[in-house]
């Protein structure tokens, strides 16, 4: 990261991504906490500091993982930023590790979802029963501007969602692993026009950690950190990331995953186009379409002409999701941002199996979560 000390990838952890009845949320964490620590060769008193990203597991959640595994006792962070959460706790462990204030952190996020729709106490009544919540009557109006700006089509949202479901055939983590088709997609139930049931991801469990550190991890080729930004909107569009009904449509200021981006960028030192392969949100088809865009993967309103050309799949010129993404994976919040990271990192390193994006030096991980806060972050080796 500019301005500071190197800071790497040092090792990672991740409980698979689905549905645990048997398990606490607590249990869930410390499953990808020891696998990350293993990885890094990290014992008690290891690391400096702690960073725990989570949304619906209560008060010092972290505290409650870390105690458990007789690890407590240097200061542990609890943060929340919807399913930013993990990014958000990345973006502090980074900040540790290149300022000097740490030489080695630990950071993880985990996600115990109440099944069927997300809620969150972010919203007032009124928005959710008038469907300007996360929810999909929100997640279609988003799409079907779209489909009005980018030339998106419902063959396009559906097209995005095979991709996906193919992607998480080889992810041993995904919740979901089954191939579909276009006609498949198109024709299962329509939840709200033009989302049909499989363009839209699951609420669910899981975990993921990662340890950050000054020095290389013991396990594959070095693995950096070179960006890691968070940030929250500014007022605009009723169908903006943040707060519905807020603002006019019209003349709007930049998204906050447009402002992270660009940041991210200068972070680095790179252009958008030097990328090999990008984890970004996909709580539904036409949100992978939208982060396309805002990132800067290609031209505003290219979106369609994106999907179209094949340029995100996997044997594309910028595979995007090749873990399968949100669609495949599910959804557990606090888990979400660093289970790309994890992804990510196992792809720089080689070592994805058959997701193997070949060559993969550059990587992104993008996620936006309510508030609204968007997290970008870029990896590389």
């Given at each position: 990261m500019k301005g500071g000390r190197a800071v790497h990838v040092a090792g990672v952890g991740l409980h698979p991504f689905g549905r645990f009845d048997g398990k606490d949320v607590t249990r869930l964490g410390q499953h990808a906490v020891r696998e990350a620590l293993a990885e890094a060769g990290v014992g008690r008193g290891g690391f400096g500091a702690a960073f725990c990203g989570t949304v619906y597991t209560g008060v010092a959640a972290g505290h409650k993982v870390l105690s458990g595994l007789g690890l407590s006792g240097v200061p542990i962070v609890n943060v929340e930023a919807g399913c930013a959460s993990g990014g958000a706790a990345l973006s502090l462990g980074a900040a540790a590790i290149a300022s000097g204030q740490h030489d080695r952190v630990l950071v993880f996020g985990m996600e115990k979802?109440?099944?069927?729709?997300?809620?969150?106490?972010?919203?007032?009544p009124w928005c959710e029963e008038a469907g300007l919540s996360p929810a999909p009557a929100y997640f279609a109006l988003r799409a079907r501007r779209l489909m009005l700006e980018s030339g998106v089509t419902r063959e396009h949202l559906a097209r995005v969602s095979v991709k996906n479901h193919a992607n998480g055939v080889d992810n041993p983590f995904a919740m979901f692993r089954k191939p579909f088709t276009t006609e498949q997609v198109l024709a299962s139930q329509v939840v709200c026009d033009p989302l049909t049931l499989y363009m839209l991801c699951s609420p669910n469990e899981g975990a993921a950690?990662?340890?950050?550190?000054c020095e290389p991890g013991p396990v594959g080729p070095p693995v950096r950190v070179l960006a890691s930004v968070l940030r929250s909107h500014r007022p605009g569009s009723v169908l903006g990331e943040h707060t519905p009904m807020s603002g006019l449509p019209?003349?709007?200021p930049p998204t906050p995953t447009e402002t992270a981006a660009r940041e991210a960028w200068e972070q680095a030192g790179i252009d958008p186009r030097d990328l090999d392969l990008a984890e970004v949100q996909d709580t539904d088809s036409?949100?992978?379409?939208?982060?396309?865009?805002?990132?800067?993967?290609?031209e505003r309103g290219g979106g369609g002409r994106f999907v179209e050309d094949g340029v995100g799949e996997r044997t594309g010129r910028l595979p995007v999701n090749p873990s399968g993404g949100l669609l495949s994976k599910g959804e557990p919040l606090g888990a979400s941002a660093l289970g790309q990271v994890v992804e990510l990192a196992w792809q720089?390193?080689?070592?994805?199996?058959p997701r193997q994006v070949e060559g993969a030096r550059l990587a992104l991980g993008h996620t936006v979560g309510r508030g609204a806060n968007a997290s970008v972050v870029v990896l590389g080796r």
């Amino acid at each position: 990261m500019k301005g500071g000390r190197a800071v790497h990838v040092a090792g990672v952890g991740l409980h698979p991504f689905g549905r645990f009845d048997g398990k606490d949320v607590t249990r869930l964490g410390q499953h990808a906490v020891r696998e990350a620590l293993a990885e890094a060769g990290v014992g008690r008193g290891g690391f400096g500091a702690a960073f725990c990203g989570t949304v619906y597991t209560g008060v010092a959640a972290g505290h409650k993982v870390l105690s458990g595994l007789g690890l407590s006792g240097v200061p542990i962070v609890n943060v929340e930023a919807g399913c930013a959460s993990g990014g958000a706790a990345l973006s502090l462990g980074a900040a540790a590790i290149a300022s000097g204030q740490h030489d080695r952190v630990l950071v993880f996020g985990m996600e115990k979802m109440p099944r069927g729709i997300i809620r969150s106490s972010f919203f007032p009544p009124w928005c959710e029963e008038a469907g300007l919540s996360p929810a999909p009557a929100y997640f279609a109006l988003r799409a079907r501007r779209l489909m009005l700006e980018s030339g998106v089509t419902r063959e396009h949202l559906a097209r995005v969602s095979v991709k996906n479901h193919a992607n998480g055939v080889d992810n041993p983590f995904a919740m979901f692993r089954k191939p579909f088709t276009t006609e498949q997609v198109l024709a299962s139930q329509v939840v709200c026009d033009p989302l049909t049931l499989y363009m839209l991801c699951s609420p669910n469990e899981g975990a993921a950690a990662v340890v950050l550190s000054c020095e290389p991890g013991p396990v594959g080729p070095p693995v950096r950190v070179l960006a890691s930004v968070l940030r929250s909107h500014r007022p605009g569009s009723v169908l903006g990331e943040h707060t519905p009904m807020s603002g006019l449509p019209g003349a709007e200021p930049p998204t906050p995953t447009e402002t992270a981006a660009r940041e991210a960028w200068e972070q680095a030192g790179i252009d958008p186009r030097d990328l090999d392969l990008a984890e970004v949100q996909d709580t539904d088809s036409g949100r992978e379409i939208l982060s396309v865009e805002e990132l800067g993967l290609c031209e505003r309103g290219g979106g369609g002409r994106f999907v179209e050309d094949g340029v995100g799949e996997r044997t594309g010129r910028l595979p995007v999701n090749p873990s399968g993404g949100l669609l495949s994976k599910g959804e557990p919040l606090g888990a979400s941002a660093l289970g790309q990271v994890v992804e990510l990192a196992w792809q720089l390193r080689g070592s994805a199996g058959p997701r193997q994006v070949e060559g993969a030096r550059l990587a992104l991980g993008h996620t936006v979560g309510r508030g609204a806060n968007a997290s970008v972050v870029v990896l590389g080796r």
